[in-house]
């Protein structure tokens, strides 16, 4: 069964740019869960989707959003961008979140902001 | 949310020895995993032990819910058990993991 796969892999951006990430989950599972790390902060929780819902989200900018779709892959936007946001950012999936199942991580995607 | 802390920040082994990472927190968890996180950033999955000892080949770990907290045990290290291991803990806020801010662990020939 594949894993966890997230694309691109390396992005450079300027400050004040875009970006969107994407994360398929393994087949079969329907949460999606994403987190910034960064040397300073650590790993942070971002947001959690469920059957295209957000269901939980963490202490970010409404500059960080995301989505789901039927399929269960998600996407995750920042919106201009700044130095900070600079990171590796990882998406983890599980067969239906809620606390109990354990979570497998994509490679992780990381983004450059100059 | 609940606070994660891990010891020792920093490790560092002779090849063959044995080590213990710790791993507290502050509140009941549903979900507590073991991962190590490889050169290329990915969070490798160790294990699943929100309660109870488990047991994978060199590794294994122990979690006493209880007492919050868990252990990871290494044993007969090799160069490749090097990296940062990571705990994280899922309060069943919303399938939100809690990181702990690592180990880093050199392991030397």
């Known amino acids: 069964k594949a894993g966890v796969t997230q694309t691109p892999r390396y992005l450079i951006k300027t400050r004040g740019q875009q970006v969107t990430l994407s994360c398929s989950p393994i087949?079969?599972?329907?949460?999606v869960s994403w987190y910034q790390q960064t040397p300073g902060q650590g790993l942070q929780f971002l947001f959690e989707y469920f059957s295209e819902t957000q269901r939980n989200k963490g202490n970010f900018p409404g500059r960080f959003s995301g989505r789901q779709f039927s399929n269960s892959r998600s996407e995750m936007n920042v919106s201009t961008l700044e130095l900070g946001d600079s990171a590796l950012y990882l998406c983890a999936s599980s067969l239906a979140g809620g606390g109990a199942d354990e979570q497998y991580f994509g490679p992780g995607t990381r983004l450059t902001v100059t | 949310g609940i606070q994660v802390e891990q010891s020792p920040p920093d490790l560092i082994l002779q090849e063959g020895a044995n080590s213990t990472l710790r791993c507290n927190f502050s509140?009941?968890?549903?979900?507590l995993q073991w991962f190590h996180q490889n050169p290329w950033g990915q969070l490798i999955n160790l294990f699943y032990?929100?309660?109870g000892t488990k047991q994978n080949g060199r590794l294994s770990a122990t979690t006493v819910a209880t007492e919050r907290y868990s252990l990871l045990y290494i044993s007969s290290s090799q160069t490749t058990d090097s990296g940062v291991y990571f705990c994280?803990?899922?309060?069943?806020?919303?399938?939100?993991?809690?990181f702990g801010t690592g180990t880093s662990l050199t392991v030397i020939p």
């Open positions: 087949s079969g599972h329907r949460s």
């Open positions: 509140d009941s968890v549903n979900n």
């Open positions: 994280a803990a899922d309060p069943n806020t919303g399938n939100q993991f809690y």
């Open positions: 032990i929100p309660s």
